[in-house]
């Protein structure tokens, strides 16, 4: 389960109107009150702020983080240090105000070219008016190596996932340069220098849309499939955020196609998937599963039941401040669906909190039981890392692409709570709770680790697939097929 975050690399809005706002009025000191609310909050309100580090470790990286704002007291070295960079925490985010930002992407020059990055290394993606062929690897932009930008870029990720899914041409504009002197070397191993003026937000826009890569973008954040080949068939799931009515419906619809086609092979794409309702993942893999009964285990849990912060607290959709009732009614509805465990200082969810959870779930009659490949990437998240999880552990299929970016045993999501920082209007988001897949028991977690693909691609592969502009992972899956 998860909601919609914002997050820097994906700067991809519709800027219209003009700003009502100018960063230029933030000063220094508001950053820096602005970043110890946010530690506050987070202290208090997180469901377990020290999953993965203690209390003096995480204490030294988030003194560290206010260090870098003192040096760099701008709007964007506040977002690229944040006290959610370094908690561990994927879902915990930190989002900017829309007529701040607004103000921020037109005042930016931003690089002119689409970026992917595979195998640690930043690629060239798209065929440009500017010569440079696609799948040449960026070494240094203006002076600095490409691999210590990227190595301070934030995260969507649970623990110390290493994540490369990120989008590195929004990251190098953060620099803010008027122009851009690019150090890459060809596919053929040429080495070569071009110097390129920044661009604006709506060119930058552009060249974003039109990148090479990703190939398949029709199926966008729905459910989409189609007939590959006489023998496969393709459907991606970009959100578990349906309705189970409206979602049973589109999955018989195409569960239904293939036994009509008589498939013998599906392709199913969840990468980009950043989650939903988990009552939505047995409900699709109810359609893959070998046994009349599988097994569909998770627990919500929390170390936090009462809303502890209660100033600058927002709805997210009215930015309305919440009143002493809201509180209150908030407060109600976790007691009433939480219970403290009888060891630990842990309150584990009661059969009160999901009455959509089934244990011992039935397969649906439209299953499908031919061979399986699941494609996943580092931003298949939450509720699609549970589903990434309960295919690998029911051994369904093989497993292509990138390791998840949230852990394969749990992650934090569920209801969330909104603030609304008072000097940078910036709205910091946090879950209240701590979900556990296939029976993790919650104390005994300290360190985690995404769904692992069972095949991950070559870079030699990745590089022929984008220069045909072909789906690379598609490709690849396809080929393990026909084995």
């Given at each position: 389960?998860?909601?919609?975050?914002?997050?820097?690399?994906?700067?991809?809005?519709?800027?219209?109107?003009?700003?009502?706002?100018?960063?230029?009025?933030?000063?220094?000191?508001?950053?820096?009150?602005?970043?110890?609310?946010?530690?506050?909050?987070?202290?208090?309100?997180?469901?377990?702020?020290?999953?993965?580090?203690?209390?003096?470790?995480?204490?030294?990286?988030?003194?560290?983080?206010?260090?870098?704002?003192?040096?760099?007291?701008?709007?964007?070295?506040?977002?690229?240090?944040?006290?959610?960079?370094?908690?561990?925490?994927?879902?915990?985010?930190?989002?900017?105000?829309?007529?701040?930002?607004?103000?921020?992407?037109?005042?930016?020059?931003?690089?002119?070219?689409?970026?992917?990055?595979?195998?640690?290394?930043?690629?060239?993606?798209?065929?440009?008016?500017?010569?440079?062929?696609?799948?040449?690897?960026?070494?240094?932009?203006?002076?600095?190596?490409?691999?210590?930008?990227?190595?301070?870029?934030?995260?969507?990720?649970?623990?110390?996932?290493?994540?490369?899914?990120?989008?590195?041409?929004?990251?190098?504009?953060?620099?803010?340069?008027?122009?851009?002197?690019?150090?890459?070397?060809?596919?053929?191993?040429?080495?070569?220098?071009?110097?390129?003026?920044?661009?604006?937000?709506?060119?930058?826009?552009?060249?974003?849309?039109?990148?090479?890569?990703?190939?398949?973008?029709?199926?966008?954040?729905?459910?989409?499939?189609?007939?590959?080949?006489?023998?496969?068939?393709?459907?991606?799931?970009?959100?578990?955020?349906?309705?189970?009515?409206?979602?049973?419906?589109?999955?018989?619809?195409?569960?239904?196609?293939?036994?009509?086609?008589?498939?013998?092979?599906?392709?199913?794409?969840?990468?980009?998937?950043?989650?939903?309702?988990?009552?939505?993942?047995?409900?699709?893999?109810?359609?893959?599963?070998?046994?009349?009964?599988?097994?569909?285990?998770?627990?919500?849990?929390?170390?936090?039941?009462?809303?502890?912060?209660?100033?600058?607290?927002?709805?997210?959709?009215?930015?309305?401040?919440?009143?002493?009732?809201?509180?209150?009614?908030?407060?109600?509805?976790?007691?009433?669906?939480?219970?403290?465990?009888?060891?630990?200082?842990?309150?584990?969810?009661n059969t009160r909190l999901d009455d959509t959870y089934i244990k011992s779930y039935p397969r649906d009659g439209l299953f499908f039981d031919g061979k399986v490949i699941l494609m996943?990437?580092?931003?298949?998240?939450?509720?699609?890392?549970?589903?990434?999880?309960?295919?690998?552990?029911?051994?369904?299929?093989?497993?292509?692409?990138?390791?998840?970016?949230?852990?394969?045993?749990?992650?934090?999501?569920?209801?969330?709570?909104?603030?609304?920082?008072?000097?940078?209007?910036?709205?910091?988001?946090?879950?209240?709770?701590?979900?556990?897949?296939?029976?993790?028991?919650?104390?005994?977690?300290?360190?985690?680790?995404?769904?692992?693909?069972?095949?991950?691609?070559?870079?030699?592969?990745?590089?022929?697939?984008?220069?045909?502009?072909?789906?690379?992972?598609?490709?690849?899956?396809?080929?393990?097929?026909?084995?």
């Amino acid at each position: 389960m998860t909601k919609k975050v914002l997050i820097l690399p994906m700067l991809l809005i519709s800027i219209v109107g003009f700003s009502q706002y100018s960063i230029s009025e933030i000063s220094k000191d508001a950053y820096l009150k602005d970043f110890d609310i946010a530690v506050d909050i987070i202290k208090q309100q997180h469901p377990n702020p020290y999953r993965f580090h203690s209390k003096e470790i995480l204490g030294k990286k988030l003194d560290s983080l206010r260090k870098e704002i003192e040096k760099n007291p701008t709007y964007i070295g506040f977002y690229m240090n944040t006290p959610t960079k370094v908690l561990g925490d994927g879902h915990s985010s930190m989002g900017m105000e829309s007529n701040y930002m607004e103000d921020y992407v037109s005042k930016t020059s931003f690089f002119p070219l689409a970026t992917y990055v595979q195998n640690g290394n930043t690629y060239i993606n798209s065929n440009n008016k500017y010569g440079v062929e696609a799948g040449s690897r960026i070494l240094e932009v203006n002076n600095k190596k490409i691999s210590d930008l990227f190595s301070k870029a934030s995260r969507q990720a649970d623990g110390s996932i290493k994540v490369e899914d990120l989008d590195m041409s929004s990251i190098i504009s953060y620099t803010n340069a008027k122009t851009y002197q690019i150090k890459y070397e060809t596919p053929s191993g040429e080495q070569k220098t071009i110097e390129l003026k920044g661009i604006n937000y709506p060119e930058f826009n552009y060249e974003s849309r039109h990148a090479v890569l990703p190939i398949d973008v029709t199926s966008g954040s729905g459910v989409y499939g189609y007939q590959l080949n006489p023998d496969t068939y393709y459907l991606a799931v970009k959100s578990f955020s349906f309705n189970e009515s409206y979602f049973y419906e589109r999955l018989k619809k195409y569960f239904q196609d293939m036994k009509n086609l008589k498939t013998k092979n599906l392709i199913l794409d969840i990468r980009d998937n950043s989650g939903g309702s988990i009552s939505n993942v047995p409900l699709l893999y109810s359609f893959l599963s070998k046994e009349k009964l599988f097994n569909n285990s998770y627990k919500y849990g929390t170390k936090v039941v009462d809303i502890n912060y209660k100033d600058y607290l927002v709805d997210p959709q009215t930015d309305r401040y919440f009143s002493d009732s809201d509180i209150r009614n908030e407060n109600n509805f976790m007691h009433q669906r939480f219970d403290k465990s009888d060891k630990g200082d842990y309150y584990f969810g009661n059969t009160r909190l999901d009455d959509t959870y089934i244990k011992s779930y039935p397969r649906d009659g439209l299953f499908f039981d031919g061979k399986v490949i699941l494609m996943i990437n580092n931003r298949t998240f939450s509720a699609a890392t549970y589903f990434a999880s309960l295919f690998k552990s029911e051994k369904r299929g093989n497993v292509v692409g990138k390791e998840t970016g949230s852990c394969s045993n749990f992650t934090t999501a569920a209801w969330f709570l909104t603030y609304k920082l008072p000097n940078t209007k910036s709205t910091l988001s946090i879950p209240r709770t701590e979900i556990f897949f296939n029976s993790s028991e919650g104390d005994n977690i300290t360190k985690c680790t995404g769904v692992i693909p069972d095949h991950t691609l070559k870079t030699d592969y990745f590089l022929s697939s984008m220069k045909e502009q072909k789906d690379p992972e598609l490709e690849y899956s396809k080929t393990l097929l026909s084995k």
